[in-house]
């Protein structure tokens, strides 16, 4: 089974509203990533939160982490269309630097 | 200037052909990788180098043989190719046990 599964799958929201996205792993981490990968490119790094932070913000996002229930969450404040993209969480398990995907999260903002 | 450029972007091929893909990184970034992502979007590690030397290799097939010239490059070479190679082939690199990864554009091959 996977190390990071996120729900929902997709979700649909209007611009302006606010999107949060769930990601759930199995094992200890060191850290865990979101990532954004807009249609037909690469992931390109949001934000990054470590093993022994609770909360973290970059913008108009904000991430959590529970250890004790091995989930994170990431909100996105006042989307924009440009927001539209898939969203993945990956983890970092103490491998030498090897990040375990989930399957991620499609969001689409409607102007 | 493109941080991690792969090439090709695209790649269509018969079964059984052999194919490789190139990845260069101007990061200066010592750690390189190879990431395989399907059709449902589950993204898979496949490699990880660290300065020429292979520290990563999952459960790949060894039709599939990585190769790193020197640290700003890691190439990827397929043989014998099969229908359910056909993905999506990201390269990343990152400093080494530096957790943010950096993506490629990725390759899209298609094996018909």
């Known amino acids: 089974s996977q190390q990071g599964e996120e729900d929902p799958q997709a979700l649909s929201i209007q611009e302006g509203e606010n999107a949060t996205m769930n990601c759930s792993y199995k094992t200890s981490i060191n850290n865990l990533q979101w990532y954004r990968q807009n249609s037909g490119r690469g992931l390109v790094h949001l934000i990054l939160i470590r093993s022994n932070e609770r909360e973290k913000h970059s913008g108009r996002l904000r991430v959590t982490l529970d250890t004790s229930k091995k989930s994170s969450s990431l909100l996105i404040t006042a989307s924009r269309a440009a927001d539209t993209a898939s969203y993945f969480c990956?983890?970092?398990?103490?491998?030498?630097?090897?990040?375990?995907f989930g399957q991620g999260t499609e969001l689409s903002v409607k102007p | 200037d493109t941080a991690v450029s792969q090439t090709p972007k695209y790649l269509v091929t018969q079964m059984g052909n052999d194919k490789s893909i190139k990845c260069e990184q101007n990061l200066g970034h010592d750690t390189m990788y190879w990431y395989k992502q399907d059709s449902k979007k589950f993204l898979k590690i496949m490699f990880s180098?660290?300065?020429?030397?292979?520290?990563i290799n999952e459960t790949v097939p060894n039709r599939f043989s990585p190769k790193s010239p020197d640290k700003a490059h890691l190439n990827l070479h397929i043989n014998s190719l099969e229908l359910g190679d056909s993905a999506v082939y990201f390269c990343?690199?990152?400093?080494?046990?530096?957790?943010?990864?950096?993506f490629g554009p990725g390759t899209r091959l298609l094996v018909l």
């Open positions: 990956a983890t970092d398990a103490f491998q030498g630097g090897k990040l375990i």
């Open positions: 990343a690199s990152s400093q080494p046990y530096q957790e943010t990864q950096y």
């Open positions: 180098y660290n300065n020429k030397e292979l520290i």
